[in-house]
């Protein structure tokens, strides 16, 4: 039977290419299903733990007295509000505290520590069994996060030590704290029983308080907090609701899950190249064949049906495949989940459904592919030699034009005008590999190197020194400024002062927005728009504000200044990813009452050691934060930068792994395609070292193309990526920094080199004799 | 006089699967001496074919020797037999065998500029000659499509004999032409042959072989007669007459 036939010699034919597609759509579903199987299991986790922990649909912090009386009273009367409660939080200095028995503080430690009894109504701090935790005397629940850093157990030590007072403790769980859970929220909740919590008040004196609130309508949340600035209740620090909890909670397992997704769908996409080029080579391969079928009668249909059939089979097996390894994937990837939020009983109907996906656009592009089949027609197919090589030499330059290249050479960039539309799938798998490798490479280079502060809504300047809010902050940075101005090894120093504002919106709703004054001057900033704010009437606003807002520069926003409404043009936008996103600079007499925290920018003379005057200005000073540039950016990105690493790491593999398997399956088709012009080219004197550097010219110069338009495109298409996907974090024009050696020597010379060697070892299957020639 | 090309007791085998083999070559001693021009006639799958192969290094042999002027053809390696072939021998095919993503020109120029012995513009200057010779200067830059089967075997033998090469072999060279398009190549390469270039040529025609100086005959493996003729005088008669010789020496073998 001719149709079997065909089958059969096609499956053995293209056993490699097969093995290749069935692999590549495994990957993807398995991706595909993981990623699924990760959003099912983190969105699952975390309505379980919100549901468990009941959280507050709004929190103020706040820093300062409180009017509980009147707070009360509002409270009663705002018929938006469920239930309230006020806690009080213990503030505990880094250096006093001490986890596990390492004998090590958290002095140097980026997180806010203090010190909470548990609730009993709702905001619960929960258990690994997502039970709130009531503590025992002499008992502490530590939070999740250190317990994963520091691998910390039930039962292990906890000690403050701080003045007088030393308190042992032991942990009695690890604890999920829906409102601080995710590392990227810098205050951590300890819970202690009644008993120390009065001792630890009675020693420390600095306090904070978490007001918050359920409401009626929780989705009413941003109506209720205007309304509670528009009372004048305490808000001296941040305002929170839960659609923030939500998003800081989902954030980093959220970015995994959609790079999982778009890896998977990358991967698809490559298979289906593959497949499109197998398939247009077996039909090429078998379209004689296909001719005599339809001259002696049978209906294209039928053809079609067996190559159908035959991936059908192969997408089917392989995305079920992929399902299946997915389910211990999904497990790895979703351990941070649990450990954080828990274990939902999750729906496994969505990673069967992400699966099914993949194998429905691997069929459904199968079946475009193989509408060919109607386009052959017996007549042509019987008196040409296939599709892919029409006529003869047309179109390449006459091999005596080509002077000065060695012949192989020759041949081999012909081949590639020849046949562009062939070499075109290498091309652009190649072009894809080199993008997805060099746009993380600059943005790594980017992200590490100092120009990027100007990314982070600050001038460059060689120290940091903040101060953070506390009782004795203003004095504190009287005395600091008075060191700065004496000290001969500071070259020059800026005070800038950040302070909360109220702003209105257009429709008459007031929010705050922090702002910073000061010497904006001395430390100038890049801005992507305008310039520093030069009177009392401007005001400069960070991109997401002023987008946030609506407003463009020349546009006026009102203000609240010393308690009149005031309307203060827009001077400058600039690019900021610190908190939030959102911060504006101007120079507005501020509210001593309302100041967040005091930075100082110092540049120090020429020939003094940075990390010295570090040392020791954070000695003098404590407990202010010095830190220099590099150590200022590393603690705020340090964790992006890791995640970046790796996902670099990743791409550079991913990138040279694929190159490398298409290359070698591109290079065996095209060799049993050549078969004919390979044996005549040996029967007439080549040998099979010319004929390799033929193939491995074109494979070159296929991939010198792919590196070309690669590194063009990540360049202007892929720093525009980069900023999109940053400008939601405040970054909206990223200009790439460039190491030239890197992107641009290292990089190629890698690919140019996996590429020669794949090609070299792929064709070393041609070292036998001619033969073929007969 | 010494051999220009010599085989000693030359065999050939073929695995045709895991367990078997298929001897087609059985000591096989062959002679051919420089200006000779020499056919090998025989049955269909008598090995003449295979013959041709182990003699030009294309095939490896399985026992016996191959000597082509000084070189031990089955001492040599793949490089060293692919430069041998390139300089010092051509080929010329039934099938013709030119590649089809090159013009016609350029199949020709393709061994010169590979072998480099010789400088681009002699290479050239020597193509141009050649097709003109052979009649076919003005389908030099057409593609192989365009040409007929007779004008395309022209172009092979152009090829065959840019690196001026010490000897050309061909395996049934007019086999797809018809009679008139065959007497034309015959014509070529006996010219050829008379500037001194050694043909040795695999046939079933008559008339083809009749025009050459020797005639080897092999039956199932083995060469079992030949036939002396002597180089043709021009004239028709003479002709006929070698065919008519050859043809009875064919009936007294049995073929
Ligand atoms: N690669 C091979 N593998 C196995 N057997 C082969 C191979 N090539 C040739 N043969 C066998 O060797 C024998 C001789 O073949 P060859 O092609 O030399 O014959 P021939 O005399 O040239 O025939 P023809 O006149 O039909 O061209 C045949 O029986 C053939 O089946
Ligand atoms: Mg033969």
Not at chain 1, 41 to 51: K, R, V
Not at chain 1, 300 to 314: C, G, N, P, T
Not at chain 1, 675 to 701: E, L, P
Request: contains cysteine; glycine residues 8%.
């Amino acid at each position: 039977m001719i149709l079997f036939r065909v089958l059969k010699r096609d499956l053995r034919r293209s056993r490699g290419t097969m093995a290749l597609v069935f692999a590549f759509v495994t990957l993807s579903a398995l991706l595909m299903s993981g990623g699924a199987g990760l959003v099912v299991t983190l969105f699952g986790a975390l309505d379980a733990l919100f549901e468990a922990a009941r959280v507050p649909d709004v929190v103020q912090m706040h820093t300062g007295d409180i009017d509980f009386n009147r707070l009360d009273r509002w409270a009663a009367s705002n018929p938006m509000i469920a239930a309230y409660r006020t806690d009080e939080m213990i503030t505990v200095d880094g250096e006093a505290l001490y986890l596990g028995d390492r004998g090590v503080s958290e002095d140097e430690s980026v997180m806010d520590i203090s010190f909470v009894r548990q609730s009993e109504t709702f905001d619960l701090l929960l258990d690994m069994e997502n039970r709130p935790f009531q503590p025992q005397p002499g008992m502490v629940g530590v939070p999740i996060f250190f317990a994963q850093r520091d691998d910390l157990q039930v039962g292990d030590p906890v000690t403050l030590r701080t003045g007088e007072l030393k308190m042992e403790l032991t942990i009695g769980a690890i604890i999920r704290d829906a409102l601080m859970n995710p590392s990227i929220v810098h205050s951590k909740r300890f819970v202690v029983h009644e008993d120390e919590y009065e001792t630890l008040r009675r020693e420390i004196p600095e306090t904070e308080y978490l007001i918050s609130f359920r409401l009626r309508e929780p989705e009413k949340s941003e109506e209720f907090i205007a309304a509670y600035e528009a009372a004048g209740l305490p808000k001296v620090g941040t305002t929170l609701d839960k659609n923030l909890f939500r998003t800081l909670n989902a954030l980093s397992d959220g970015i995994v899950a959609a790079v999982v997704i778009l890896l998977s769908a990358l991967l698809m996409v490559i298979a289906i190249l593959c497949l499109r080029f197998t398939i247009l080579a077996s039909i090429e391969e078998d379209y004689r064949e296909i001719g005599v079928m339809k001259a002696i009668g049978m209906p294209a249909r039928d053809i079609r049906r067996i190559y159908v059939a035959k991936y059908l089979a192969v997408a089917l097996l392989a995305s079920a495949a992929g399902y299946l390894l997915s389910l211990p994937l999904t497990g790895l990837l979703a351990r941070d989940i649990t450990v954080y939020l828990g274990s939902p009983e999750t729906g496994a109907l969505v990673p069967v459904a992400a699966a099914l996906l993949v194998f429905a656009i691997v069929v459904v592009s199968c079946l475009i592919i193989l509408r060919r089949f109607r386009r052959i027609s017996a007549v042509a197919a019987l008196r040409s030699q296939g599709i892919g090589e029409r006529g003869g030499a047309g179109g390449a330059p006459r091999l005596r034009r080509l002077k000065g290249l060695g012949v192989n050479v020759a041949l081999g960039l012909r081949d590639v005008t020849q046949r562009l539309r062939l070499y075109g799938l290498l091309g652009f798998i190649f072009f894809f590999a080199v993008f997805i490798i060099i746009v993380p490479v600059h943005f790594y280079t980017t992200i590490t190197s100092p120009s990027f502060v100007s990314y982070m809504g600050i001038g460059r300047s060689e120290l940091r020194i903040d101060l953070q809010q506390s009782e004795s902050m203003d004095e504190r940075f009287r005395v600091l400024e008075a060191a700065l101005a004496q000290d001969p090894e500071v070259s020059q120093y800026a005070a800038l002062i950040t302070s909360q504002f109220t702003l209105f919106r257009e429709n008459g709703e007031s929010e705050i927005i922090i702002l910073e004054t000061g010497d904006l001057d001395r430390f100038p900033l890049d801005y992507l728009q305008g310039g520093t704010p030069e009177t009392s009437e401007e005001i400069a606003l960070s991109y997401l504000n002023a987008k946030d807002l609506g407003v463009e520069l020349g546009d006026t926003v009102p203000l609240l200044v010393d308690g009149v409404r005031k309307d203060l043009t827009v001077g400058g936008i600039y690019q900021d990813i610190t908190k939030g996103g959102r911060t504006a600079k101007g120079r507005l007499p501020y509210d001593h009452d309302s100041v967040l925290w005091y930075t100082f920018a110092v540049d120090l003379a020429p020939g003094v050691a940075v990390a010295d005057k570090s040392r020791e200005y954070a000695s003098r000073f404590a407990p202010a934060r010095v830190t220099d540039l590099a150590g200022y950016m590393d603690q705020t990105l340090g964790t992006t930068i890791g995640q970046l690493q790796m996902v670099t790491i990743v791409a550079i593999v991913l990138g040279l792994g694929i190159s490398v398997l298409v290359t070698a399956l591109f290079l065996q088709m095209l060799i049993r395609k050549d078969a004919g012009r390979i044996s005549i080219m040996q029967s007439i004197g080549f040998s099979v070292r010319h004929i390799r550097r033929q193939y491995q010219t074109t494979a070159i110069a296929v991939l010198a193309l792919g590196l070309l338009l690669g590194t063009i495109f990540s360049n202007t298409l892929g720093e525009k990526l980069v900023s999109f996907l940053w400008s939601f974090m405040g970054a909206a024009r990223i200009h790439f920094v460039v190491a030239p050696v890197k992107a641009y020597f290292v990089l190629p010379l890698l690919f140019a080199g996996a590429v020669a060697v794949t090609t070299r070892i792929t064709m070393s299957k041609l070292n036998r004799p001619v033969g073929g020639i007969k | 006089m010494n051999a220009l090309l010599k085989s000693t007791n030359l065999n050939k085998s073929y695995r045709i699967d895991a367990n078997n083999e298929q001897q087609v070559l059985f000591d096989v001693n062959v002679q051919v001496h420089r200006g000779e021009f020499i056919s090998v006639m025989g049955p269909s799958g008598s090995g003449k074919s295979t013959l041709l192969y182990n003699l030009c290094g294309m095939d490896r042999r399985s026992s016996g020797s191959v000597q082509f002027k000084d070189h031990t053809l089955e001492t040599l390696s793949e490089p060293q037999l692919a430069r041998v072939r390139l300089d010092e021998m051509g080929f010329v095919f039934q099938q013709i065998h030119l590649l089809r993503n090159l013009s016609i020109m350029d199949n020709v120029l393709l061994p010169g500029y590979l072998s480099k012995r010789c400088p681009r513009r002699l290479i050239e200057e020597r193509a141009e000659e050649l097709l003109n010779r052979t009649g076919i200067a003005s389908l030099a830059d057409r593609s192989i499509t365009q040409a007929s089967g007779g004008q395309l075997q022209r172009v092979g033998i152009c090829r065959a004999l840019i690196n001026e090469p010490d000897i050309i072999f061909g395996d049934e060279p007019t086999g797809a032409l018809n009679s008139k398009a065959s007497a034309e190549i015959m014509e070529l390469l006996t010219e050829v042959n008379r500037t001194g270039t050694t043909i040795l040529l695999v046939t079933h025609d008559v008339r083809v072989a009749s025009r050459t100086h020797r005639v080897l005959l092999m039956k199932d493996g083995r060469l079992v007669s030949e036939k002396a003729l002597g180089p043709v005088a021009d004239g028709s008669e003479e002709v006929t007459e070698r065919e008519a010789v050859l043809a009875n020496w064919l009936q007294e073998n049995e073929v």
